[in-house]
């Protein structure tokens, strides 16, 4: 081992001896130097914002009332101090159409100005308002005798305490970012600790930029040629006639490469944790863990880079080869996520609907599917009228369809997502029948809010939303007519079906998720705080029969059958009974969130659809995991029971048909692949999956700095209820080793083989 | 182990494969045989391109042979345990560039397993030994070459190896160190070391080989002791002789392929072919016979050089 630790340590000696590293470190100790002088000054909470004037007219309006009255008040002392250019703004405020924000903008400047003049307060103006106790305490102390910032804070209670309804309250405390004692202007009415999050994510953004491209890029340049150097002739002709062996030479001068760049390394992020940690208090000790996570991703480049200088012995070529590396795995991310986001996922099936002797499918963009046996092709049905579609309508999803095999027909309806929708107007339960060959045809107005489609027992037609549970009454298909006012239809009073609200009467958050008993008739609706049954009564009024309540929101899915009510969680699947009273809780295998349950009509196999495309099936009978042999897992996008077999649906547009029974596959449908997903099929993705993900190491270093393996709600927003996205905290650690592993032992092969 | 011989090579043949997809044979070695005793200096001889660099590079396993068998010390070439006795000082060496001579030797001394102390403790006299000891602070980035080659020499001995491999040892070395450097490696033969020198400056070899061996184009020429490879295949023997110029040259025509040549006044050099110790002996009468006075006799030798050269000539020749 003794020969191996020299050439490691001489790695160490040459980075010393070298100039470039006592460059990078000056350049590094530059960086901290300028960064020492940043801090915080907590102080007194005083600073007025504009977002902090929470009713912008009725401040102005009380500030003119008691303007323009001869009553000393605060409003009137408010409008003494005020210059005669704001006088008139603030007297034109309800005239004035566009240039509102304007003025309260002038308000609040001339406020915070008038927040630091010690005559601001006069007691005969605030007479009529009671000072909360932090102002009294201030007062008690003499208004003359107070520095500064606690004037400032006295004053700011005091207008606070004047205008309640109209400015919101100051915190005690608030932050200024500073550099040296110069406010930087930047004050937040927050405790120091609150901005702890805000500073990880920028020091993660920050550390992304500084070490994870221009640093690991300046140090592959300055370590490019170490590993040529030492296979040079000459110098291997040393090496060689030693008693080492050859792979052991490389792996040893590859850790001493890498010896580099942990000095600088350490130097800088050691040298902002002290920062942070003496300047704003945010000691941080997991900050110090990004320092193997970036030595590992620069190991990966310098790995590439290693290999080419065995193979030429040339230091040029060793940077161009890491360079080209980087670029190919930057074009293959890229390349990969474009094709999967543009081509394949609006394509991808998401409901699967067994018609008796059709199989219809519906994708990603709400586009409907019949497969057609003689082209084996899936051919459009359920076609949207042209007119149905304004084009940037990309708040709209389909739901459904579902399948009703007394009318032969499949129902549908689309669900207006929050925002601007152009089109406006109520949305329409649409009916495709299969006489019609599936034509779409609207029916019934479908309630406000409508959330989900259950088909219950009798073939009766449910819609649950947060207001409640809908059964339609009639005839679905009666068409309502509507009056269209300036492109908003307006519905005319039902005169053919529609639905009832049948309970309950409370409110209920938006439901992430409904299910109805097929046998009973019971529905189970959740919402992330609350598991609700109902049950309907003789009249087929829906009524609360049991609840669970949960702490923390959660996100899942709910099923229910024979009695029992399956709530589907990240990683697990919770089995209830009737009084929803928790019977057990199964692990399930996923670590992401469930996208869908579905429980087969027997009701004996329930499989949980997790949104990474896992599929995870469990036998409601033996309450065991089923463990069935199924294909496309990681990729599954929709799954559906028809009789005693199960389809599934993986490759954006296959679906494959198992026999519940023994597992088998008894019939696998593909469409004709566009050549896009030719392309991403049997070339691109295959080339992406075996390429590591450098990039992806800052979802690792994310996750190291904050301890949370979900995205940073500043960064990503919740999606429509479904829960935050995964980090993929350790999948780029394992990809890239492997990664490395093999581009390691390739040189090390290299080598062994090589005369030199 | 130590009854074998320091270096054994059988039938050692390396081919390499050159220019796309390895379609151009090179054949470095065609069937060398060669052995070296323990305790010797042995001179490696041949032109460029004759494979000598090539047959210490498969003896210390830096090189693979494509048939044949090679051992040093009793052990297979390139085997770990063997390297560990082998101090070898290659040609055009690079020791890199961030060392001092001092640093160098402890870097390179724990590479060959010596503690630091240990390779710290040799460095001293090694380096005195070799004529750097003012230089042992000083980066190598300052050494001329002739300072670069007397470090390498001492990178080779520093850990006291029973065998040195030098090629070109005395390159760039001036005739000082020159001679010094045959001084160093006669004292380490009488250390029981085995030299193995690689060189194209036959007289250095001359002057300290015990055997040598003549490579050319991969094949072994010739391999002996430096009197048998400079000896003629006739006796020549030398003889000046002092006396009257006309009986000089009548004795020289009565002896079959004389050559007379004038040294100086009435002094002569007469080269005698004699296939004979009787036919000497007939010619030094007839030298008598002729009132000649007999001042030195000497057996002829050729020069290393011209024994290289008449080897290379004929051997092409043949070919």
Redesign the interface.
Known sequence: M??YL??IR?SF??AL??RVLWILLAIITLILLALVPLGFIEEAGSYLADEDIVDRRQLVRKILAQGESQEPSPGRRIWELLDDSNRRLLSEYDDASMGRRRTIHRLVESLRDMLTQDDFYRAEDWAKVRLPKAARDLQTQGLENLPQDQLARFNRLALDAAFPEEIAPIPPTQVQLAYFHWELGLTLPVKPEQLFPAINQLLVATLAILLGVAGVFVAVIVTSSMIP?TF??????????????RAGLFLAKFVGGCAFIAINAVYLIGGLWLILGVRFGLWNERLLLAVPLYLFLFAIYYGVSSLAGVVWRNAIVSVVMAVLFWFACWVLGTANDAVEQLALNPRRIVTIVPAGKDLIAANTVGEVFRWDEVDSDWQPVFVARSNERFPFDFGRSLVGPVYDPQGERILAFERRGPGFSPLGGSTRLLVGKRAEDWRRDEGVNMPDGAMSLLLGPGDKLFAASAQGIYRLEGDLEARQEDINIFGVRIPLPEQGGRFVNVGPDVQFRPPQSAAIDADTGDIVLFDGFRLVRFEADDEGTYREAAEATFDVKLTGEVAITGGDVYLALDGEVRRYDAELALVETVESVSRSNPGSMTVSPDGRVLAVLYRDGDLWTYDCRAHEPLAMSITGQGDVSSVAFDGSTMYVADRVTRITQYELADDSVIGRRQGALPLAERIYRYALHPLYTIFPKPGQLNETVMYVLSSNDTQLGALRLDDGGNGPQRLDVWGPIWSNLVFLAVVLAAACVYIYRK?? | MTDSNAVDVRDLQKT?LDGLFGRRRIEALAGVTLDVGRGEIFGLLGPNGAGKTTLI?VL?????ATRGSASLLGRPAGN??G??Q???L?E?????R?HTAN?ALA??G????L?RGEARRRSGSLLETVGLAQWGKTSIKKYSKGMLQRL?LA?AMLHDPELL?LDEPTDGVDPVGRSEMRTLLLNLKAAGKTIFINSHLLQEVELVCDRVAILDRGKMLRQGRIAELTAHAESEVRVVVAGAEDAARAAAADMPNCQMRLLGPNQFELLLHAPDQSAIDRGIDRLRQGSLSLISMSPSRQTLEEAFLGILKRARGEQ
């Open positions: 003794r020969p020299s050439i001489d000696h040459e001896v070298s150097q040079d002739a000459g110098s291997i002709d040393l090496l060689l006639s030693k008693p080492i062996t005369d030199f | 390499y590079k210390l396993g830096m090189v693979r770990r345990l390297r560990r082998v101090g070898y290659p055009n060496h690079r020791i890199p961030h640093s870097f390179f724990s590479l060959s397993g503690s390498g990178l491999i």
